[in-house]
C-alpha cells in the first residue's frame, strides 16, 4: 500500500513552533497516530528507528500518522522541560491535528511513543483518552507514569528482556498492580537492535482482529 509523501510543518506550541511530520494513507483513513520520540537529552529525535517503525506500521495500518520533535530538539523551539513541557507538547500537537481532521473526530486516536515518549504518552492518555495505547519500553519510573485509564479500549505495552535503560523488573513492577500484560521481546536491549521487523510485526498482528 502506497502512501501519500509526508508533509513537514510546524505547529505552534507554547514554547514555540513544533517540527511535525504528517503521512497520509492512501486508503480511508482508519484513524489518527500521534508518535512521541525518546529523551530529548540524549539522542533522542522523531528520526530515531524505533519512532520511524512506529510511524511506517501505524501507516501501513491505515492510520494518518503523526511524528514531531519536542521543544529543543531539531528545528523545535524552546529548552527541554522534564516532562512537564513535552506533556504540552503532545497535547498541543494532537489538538492541532484533530482540529485540521475535524470531520474525521469520530475515527480512533492512538498514542504511541518509545521509552521517554512512552512515558509522556501515559500522562496524555489521562486527558486524550485514546482508543489505542501503544507503547515501546516506556520509562515509567523516571516519569512517575501513570498507569493507562479505563477507558483505553486497547493497550500493547512492548519490552526487550536485556533492556539496560528502562528494565523488564521495573515495567513489570509498574504493570503488576494493574494486571496489565507486557509483550516481551526474548534477546532485545533498549534500541530493539536486530528487532525491529519483530517489533512491527506485534503491532500488525495485535490489529488484525480489530481493525
Not at 23 to 34: F, Q, R
Not at 126 to 144: D, G, K, R
Not at 155 to 164: A, K, R, W, Y
Not at 167 to 184: D, G, R
Amino acid at each position: 500500500m502506497k502512501s501519500h509523501q509526508p508533509e513537514r510543518f510546524f505547529i505552534a506550541g507554547i514554547a514555540g513552533k513544533l517540527e511535525t511530520v504528517l503521512a497520509k494513507p492512501s486508503i480511508s483513513p482508519k484513524g489518527i497516530a500521534i508518535v512521541a520520540h525518546p529523551h530529548p537529552l540524549y539522542g533522542g529525535t522523531m528520526d530515531n528507528k524505533v519512532v520511524h517503525t512506529l510511524f511506517n506500521t501505524f501507516l501501513e495500518l491505515g492510520f494518518i500518522t503523526v511524528k514531531f520533535n519536542f521543544r529543543g530538539v531539531g528545528q523545535s523551539e524552546g529548552v527541554f522541560d522534564h516532562g512537564i513541557g513535552e506533556l504540552a507538547d503532545v497535547l498541543t500537537v494532537t489538538r492541532v491535528i484533530r482540529e485540521r481532521y475535524i470531520d474525521l473526530l469520530h475515527l480512533p486516536l492512538l498514542l504511541s511513543g518509545f521509552s521517554f515518549g512512552g512515558a509522556i504518552q501515559l500522562h496524555a492518555a489521562q486527558t486524550l483518552n485514546p482508543e489505542f495505547l501503544i507503547l515501546v519500553a516506556p520509562s515509567v519510573v523516571h516519569l512517575e507514569a501513570p498507569a493507562p485509564p479505563e477507558k483505553n479500549h486497547y493497550v500493547l505495552v512492548i519490552q526487550g528482556d536485556q533492556d539496560d535503560v528502562v528494565t523488564a523488573e521495573s515495567i513489570l513492577a509498574w504493570a503488576a498492580p494493574q494486571s496489565l500484560p507486557i509483550v516481551m521481546i526474548p534477546g532485545a536491549g533498549h534500541f530493539f537492535h536486530g528487532k525491529l521487523l519483530i517489533l512491527k510485526n506485534l503491532i500488525l498482528r495485535f490489529f488484525m482482529p480489530k481493525m
